[in-house]
């Protein structure tokens, strides 16, 4: 019997690389991106109401006084703003604000809940694969004494569940927490922008702003207010 220690840089490479497989099986084509665009997002996102409000007001009193210009997207805390400070900036309609506000808004919680997900079958796949490192290092190394191997057997399976447990789960809660906690600071944000320019922009019906044309009774539909 050789006293060799089955949980060395081998078997933890077993562990993070099947985890890694196991979850690519899993994962659909089309699911690669929402994951990488919800993580990168809840990365970048640096929402501060006082700090975006700043930011803007040079822009609401030029828009006040008739002067609208584009938005200073240097400045802004992502590019989702933006884009529905884009809208209002080309159809001076803050009905058209709230519209492209509200669609990017569904594509970042659709986001967050596919990348959610991923992390959370990938907490699934590491105590299984912890396991499966502890026999394949025992059919590797071979000879094993008992309690070696056991201790071996433990330590695999053990890092399998705290990368579930600490690393991949809480992963998954803290994105959804924070997508959650950054649409709160946006639509304060854009709230705070209707009521600076209610009066300047007043909310008539527009045609909607979207990313392909709408059909059917959508096409006839107004913007939906804010």
């Known amino acids: 019997m050789r006293d060799v220690f089955l949980f060395n840089a081998w078997s933890l490479a077993v562990i993070l690389l099947g985890t890694a497989g196991a979850t690519a099986l899993r994962v659909g084509r089309g699911e690669w991106w929402p994951l990488v665009s919800a993580m990168r997002a809840a990365w970048r996102s640096r929402h501060r109401l006082v700090m975006t409000r700043a930011a803007l007001a040079p822009w609401v ?5 008739g002067r ?3 938005p200073p997207r240097g400045r802004l805390p992502d590019r989702d703003l933006a ?11 803050l009905n058209c604000m ?3 506000a509200a669609r990017l808004s569904r594509r970042r919680l659709r986001n967050a809940g ?8 990938a907490a699934a796949c590491a105590p299984v694969m912890g396991l499966a490192a502890a026999v394949l290092a025992q059919a590797r190394f071979g000879g094993v004494a008992p309690a070696a191997a056991l201790a071996g057997a ?15 789960i809480p992963a998954a809660r803290g994105l959804e927490r924070r997508t959650r906690n950054t649409e709160v600071q946006r639509r304060a944000v854009l709230q705070w922008l209707t009521v600076q320019l209610e009066d300047t922009f007043p909310m008539q019906p527009c ?7 709408a059909r059917g009774p959508a096409a006839r539909r107004p913007c939906p207010a804010f």
């Open 61 to 65: 009193v030029a828009a006040r006084r």
């Open 68 to 70: 609208l210009d584009q």
């Open 114 to 121: 596919i990348a959610a997900r991923i992390l959370t079958d």
């Open 207 to 213: 045609a909607r702003v979207q990313a392909r044309p």
């Open 83 to 93: 884009t529905a400070l884009d809208a209002l900036a080309r159809q001076r309609c």
């Open 98 to 100: 709230a519209g492209a």
């Open 154 to 168: 433990a330590l695999c399976v053990g890092s399998g569940f705290a990368l579930a447990q600490l690393g991949l």
